[in-house]
């Protein structure tokens, strides 16, 4: 009887063990832009799936049920958190429900509150120090959470990182320190900027889209008001999101009365190669060079 009772447990086991899925040696991450970050992080240790594609909107993007079936596996997902994935955040939570290891990485690096409402604003990657201490973060959560990572290959990748990171803060502050404080002004197609304002000195005069997502739609009256704040300010450049249509952001430039140049930059997602953005580190300088042009130096 014992024999038998011993074989049914085996058995049990057994399936138990078959129908539930083994965390995999990866790092599911969300967007490009964290996906970038991560895997330079983790060179060859594991695998890193970036589930954004390059040049799409991280408001907005959704995921295949391929992808949704590789992040419930993930020893580690990584996502920006602060409802930037509106589209995907279901899918962490269900994992995160599920036990796997998830790291929200806009909440880890002490989030400035939006100027419109004073709700946390997740676009953090736009200030390079904030970077540089999630790089840390990062290497952290992967040696705890990926089973048979090098532990002593990821530090190493960390600081090596980390270190092209704090070089390219230094890059910034020398050429935005160039730009005459009076003329250090944004405005812009939605608030994505208010990290790089803190860091480099700008002033944020306003933006064509209220909020922090292109999901929103400006009103009459918010396009006036932004018009009359444009105007006062007399900046020069309207800047827009690559991947988004300017149009609202020339429909201000017309409603201020003055011209104003409309400068693409590179808010909210890499590009593919070749495409001008495709890694944070020129992502960065690509945006300094345009924002430097555009306000005179």
């Known amino acids: 009887m014992k024999g038998l009772l011993a074989v049914a447990a085996a058995l049990l086991l057994a399936l138990t063990g078959c129908g539930a899925a083994a965390p995999e040696r990866s790092v599911v991450v969300t967007t490009n832009i964290l996906g970038d970050v991560t895997r330079n992080i983790v060179g060859d240790q594991a695998e890193v799936t970036v589930l954004m594609a390059p040049d799409a909107d991280p408001h907005s993007f959704g995921i295949s049920a391929q992808q949704a079936a590789r992040l419930e596996r993930a020893g580690l997902v990584v996502h920006n958190g602060l409802g930037l994935e509106e589209g995907v955040q279901r899918h962490v939570d269900a994992a995160r429900a599920d036990g796997v290891p998830t790291f929200a990485a806009a909440e880890a690096v002490d989030p400035l509150p939006f100027s419109t409402d004073g709700s946390p604003d997740p676009h953090f990657w736009t200030d390079p120090q904030r970077v540089r201490r999630l790089v840390d ?13 090098d532990e002593a290959a990821v530090l190493r990748n960390a600081a090596n990182y980390g270190a092209a990171v704090e070089e390219l803060d230094a890059e910034l502050v020398a050429r935005f320190g160039r730009i005459p404080p ?18 480099y000195g700008f002033e944020v005069v306003g933006a064509v889209i ?18 009359t704040a444009v ?54 300088r690509a945006n ?8 005179g130096t």
């Open 231 to 284: 105007r006062a300010a007399g900046v020069p450049a309207v800047f827009a999101d690559s991947s988004q249509p300017d149009r609202l952001a020339r429909v201000l430039a017309d409603r201020a009365g003055v011209h104003v140049a409309v400068v693409p930059l590179y808010s909210e997602s890499l590009t593919r190669d070749g495409g001008g953005a495709a890694t944070y580190l020129e992502m960065m």
């Open 182 to 199: 009076e003329r250090r002004k944004l405005v812009t197609n939605h608030h994505v900027f208010g990290y790089l304002a803190q860091r």
């Open 288 to 295: 300094a060079d345009a924002i430097a042009r555009a306000l």
């Open 210 to 227: 209220p909020g922090g997502t292109t999901l929103a739609s400006p009103s009459a009256s918010d396009l006036e008001s932004l018009a």
């Open 137 to 149: 973060l990062v290497a952290d959560h992967v040696i705890e959470h990926v089973e048979g990572v």
